[in-house]
């Protein structure tokens, strides 16, 4: 009986690892809370994607939930994210500022005609600047800022339908409600 | 159209390993000949279709068909032909066609090289191993399908990763994959012994060539990742204890005990629950492996995290393939049976003490890489555990190991009596201390910290060399002849024996060498300043910028070599950047040699308007024989195989008796 029972303890081992998986899987091991949260939104300065001339920073937000969704041409992540996007926009009701990240203007602005435009406008981050200030470190990525200017959230990777349900529209309306 | 055939083929492979994975064993636990007999035959036409397959996906990337999503995310225009066919399998869909490939190469192997094992036998194996690959398939088919196509095609390919752009990367996967898949050998003759309730000496017999062959892969495998990660990462480091290398580290460890276990199951006929425990763990370690690195449970990336049902999936298969095997083994283990005796000195005890110390290495490796995967699920925080913990339980365990290696070889089969031993061992000891000792002071080190680790790992090289050299010289004592005639007549798995033992003596000298006497300078160089390192002078000359590649372009460093005011060579270190990714890569200038490596690569720009740049030089002693030792190893483990008793069985149909002559090591009476 002793014997039988000590051959089930490497069942039993894999049995605990593979519980730990299970949790594990849920989680994303490089998402580290950004130090950004509770800060203000780093200061900015730039033109938009279909005007060159109009300068956009962040005092434009002022008093107004917005959010910040890092995309660019090149990225294929967001390919799958901008469906998304473009068809919960309403649902969503805060304005999405895109940004246009390390892309080529013309680029950019045939993407968004060929997959559709869900943003109320796009700004220019050619050389990634702010996306430094920012800690962009992967696209697509999207910071959600409150009244006040101050990022609330950040979403690593594409948003889906299921983390914009569960998350991202519960935390809208919180921060709506304030 | 020419992926649509791939994928085609991959459906009718399905089907195949399907029919491979039920019927044989059906047939083999009911006794149907017609079921079993074909085992054999979907083994190899599935392998055909696997290979067709693979060939439809290396041909759309050669072409560059960028029709075909994983063609345009892994490929390029600009991509040179040889990086396109390592493409093929850089990716994660081509990664795991690779492995099913390999699968179903081996399981096609087993199917031709196993004329003389019992037609139920084979079954049973070809099952299980055809069962595996359709799990896999499924997987790949249903989450990671190599021939996705991509609408509208997209007019350029976003390249492969620059880091995979190396030779040393392009063979990396395949070797590694041929030494994780090939334990599924060993794993699937584990799971029919257990299925037909027959376990003895014979079926060690069989199941042993297998996993040493699939051991010498594994460790080539490792060897060029560790290579690769030392000249292409630009530290200079050769194994950095993280997830995706422990990975790799996890089997080989299980797989060098198993190794040794099944030399004492064909020997004794003991160990043969053990052994069969350690089969299944080898391959599932191999398995976990391979869902630590691709489901990103430990190191996520964005593309990956995407499809959460990916990492489910493998789980689930995990779940099946590990949790299946193990509660086959729980259940029907116990009617294996022990037999055989040994005493506490003897060869058996010291190859147990191998077996239990490898196994608690992997414990302790497995714990430090998935500690912050437990401590995240617990809602504990986030960490990550490095070096230093790998290190300090490591070192000492590996001291323990190494001590039984000397005295295993020594120790008689059953019983061995302590004197007799202390009598053989006294001179390799005497020997091993003065050395271990001495060494470190007649190199010039005072300090006692570093005297102590030098010592120390001189100390276990010196005791693996000595105690080798007396069991030679111990064995051809008791023989007549010539001294050369008395070498030759040793059999070939005894020098297996040797070599690989002798490999990990000369890995453990170019650790302790590279540890104790490493050299690195840090360092802000404008054309013409100079900066020494382990008695060697670099001067840089200069930097140009050229657009030497494809793919690429570069800012060339040129440097002199100075040894005692004479030019050793020119280094020419590079910063590359790659036009697809703008990522900056760096390429070291190494002057490798036998008794060690001078390293230099490039770090950053200075604007300083001299034409500054920020270098690193290492001075790297003996660093060669780290892989020079991996190499015996495996060396150690082809003259294994080739054994002159492995090649009468494949001629003779009929079963030899076991002679318990030419084994692992030796004096067997």
């Not at chain 2, 010196?462 to 105690?467: K, S, V």
Request: with cysteine.
């Amino acid at each position: 009986m002793k014997r039988k029972l000590l051959l089930l303890i490497p069942l039993l081992v894999f049995v605990v690892l593979a519980g730990f998986f299970v949790v594990g899987l849920d989680r994303n091991p490089r998402e580290i809370p950004s130090p950004l949260i509770g800060k203000p939104v780093p200061k900015f300065s730039l033109p938009t994607l279909s005007d060159e001339n109009k300068i956009i920073t962040e005092k434009d937000f002022a008093g107004q939930v917005w959010l910040l969704n890092v995309w660019a041409s090149w990225c294929v992540s967001c390919r799958t994210e901008h469906p998304v996007l473009v068809e919960n926009a309403e649902l969503i009701g805060v304005p999405i500022i895109g940004l246009n990240y390390k892309d080529k203007r013309s680029d950019g602005v045939a993407w968004l005609a060929r997959y559709g435009d869900p943003y109320s406008f796009s700004i220019v981050d050619a050389d990634g600047r702010f996306g430094i200030d920012l800690g962009v470190y992967g696209v697509p990525e999207t910071f959600l800022m409150d009244k006040q200017g101050v990022v609330r959230y950040k979403h690593t990777g594409p948003i889906t339908i299921e983390s914009l349900r569960a998350v991202i529209i519960p935390k809208i309306k919180e921060l709506k409600e304030q | 159209m020419i992926p649509e055939i791939g994928q085609f083929a991959l459906i009718l492979a399905l089907v195949l390993v399907l029919v491979q994975g039920t019927l044989p064993l059906a047939g083999a636990a009911r006794g149907i000949p017609a079921w079993m007999s074909l085992a054999r035959r979907t083994a190899q036409s599935s392998f055909l279709f696997l290979a067709l397959a693979f060939g439809c996906l290396l041909y759309s990337f050669i072409i560059n068909d960028f029709s075909v999503l994983n063609v345009a995310t892994n490929s390029n225009t600009h991509l040179p032909l040889h990086y396109r066919i390592a493409a093929s399998w850089g990716s994660h869909e081509g990664s795991i066609m690779m492995w099913v490939l390999m699968l179903g190469m081996w399981s096609c192997a087993v199917s031709i090289f196993s004329r003389h094992l019992p037609e139920e036998v084979v079954a049973r194996v070809l099952g299980v191993m055809g069962l595996v690959t359709t799990g896999l398939l499924l997987f790949m088919l249903l989450t990671s399908n190599p021939f996705e196509r991509l609408f509208p095609v997209p007019l350029e390919g976003r390249d492969l990763n620059p880091l995979l752009q190396d030779p040393g990367m392009a063979l990396h996967p395949p070797t590694l994959y041929m030494g994780y898949v090939g334990f599924s050998v060993a794993f699937a003759f584990a799971v029919a012994a257990l299925l037909g309730g027959r376990l003895d000496a014979t079926w060690a017999r069989w199941s042993r060539p297998w996993t040493t062959l699939a051991w010498c892969f594994l460790t080539v495998g490792i060897m060029i990742g560790s290579w690769w990660a030392y000249y292409e990462l630009g530290w200079g480091g050769w194994w950095f204890w993280d997830p995706v290398e422990n990975a790799s580290l996890l089997p080989w460890l299980i797989g060098t005990a198993l190794i040794h276990s099944l030399a004492v199951t064909e020997k004794r006929g003991t160990f043969k629950i053990w052994t069969v425990l350690l089969a299944i763990c080898a391959f599932s370690l191999s398995l976990l492996g391979t869902f630590l690195v691709r489901s990103g449970v430990l190191t996520s990336v964005h593309a990956f995290a995407t499809d959460p049902r990916r990492g489910m999936f493998i789980l689930v298969f995990l779940a099946l393939v590990i949790g299946g095997s193990l509660v086959l083994f729980a259940f029907r283990a116990p009617r294996v049976g022990t037999a055989g005796t040994f005493k506490i000195v003897s060869r058996e005890s010291s190859l147990l003490g191998n077996n239990i110390l490898l196994t608690v290495a992997c414990g302790t490796v497995l714990l430090g890489t998935l500690y912050p995967l437990f401590l995240d699920a617990l809602n504990l925080g986030k960490i990550s555990v490095g070096p230093p913990y790998f290190e300090a339980v490591f070192v000492p365990i590996m001291a323990v190991l190494v001590a039984l290696m000397g005295i295993g070889p020594m120790a008689r089969w059953k019983e061995s009596s302590p004197r007799e031993l202390r009598h053989k061992l006294r001179w390799p000891l005497l020997i091993t201390i003065v050395c271990a000792l001495a060494l470190p002071l007649v190199l010039g080190r005072t300090e006692w910290k570093s005297v102590a680790l030098l010592a120390l790992g001189f100390g276990m090289a010196f005791w693996i060399i000595t105690t080798l050299v007396a069991v030679v010289l111990e064995r051809l004592h008791h023989l007549q002849g010539g001294f050369t005639d008395k070498l030759r007549r040793q059999p070939r798995s005894f020098w297996g024996m040797i070599l690989a033992h002798l490999g990990v003596a000369v890995f453990i000298i170019g650790v302790t060498v590279v540890k104790g006497f490493e050299a690195e300078r840090d360092v802000r160089m404008a054309p013409g300043d100079t900066v020494s390192v382990g008695g060697y002078t670099f001067k840089f000359v200069g930097i140009a910028e050229t657009q030497e590649g494809p793919n690429y372009s570069a800012s060339r460093g040129t440097f002199d070599l100075i040894k005692d005011d004479k030019l050793v060579r020119n280094l020419y270190p590079e910063k590359r950047i790659y036009f697809s990714h703008g990522m900056p890569m760096t390429e070291a200038a190494i002057d490798s040699g036998f008794l060690g490596d001078r390293y230099v690569s490039l770090g950053e720009e200075i604007n300083d308007g001299k034409g500054s740049w920020s270098v690193r030089v290492y001075h790297k002693p003996f660093v060669t024989w780290i892989w020079l030792g991996c190499m015996l190893m495996t060396l150690g483990g082809i003259f294994a195989l080739l054994d002159r008793r492995y090649r009468i069985n494949m001629r003779k149909e009929a079963k030899l008796p076991l002679t318990g002559e030419n084994d692992l090591s030796g004096s067997a009476r």
